[in-house]
């Protein structure tokens, strides 16, 4: 699991990859199914690409870490 820090590669399936900066994780939890009172956690990552911060889903998308934060 990347660190608020590391230098990360993401990409969904192989495809169209971003590379940046992590600047925050966020870890929610939702209601999956309301009928059973089940909930899920989900963990985004913000990565600081070419000046924008994008959000990406940790269970949906790859994650290189390509360099580490001290």
Known sequence: MPKIGDVVVVSYNGRDPHSGVVVDIEVSQDLFSEKYAIMETN?????LCNGEIKVFDVEEHEIEVISESR
């Open 43 to 47: 963990t985004y990552l913000h990565v």
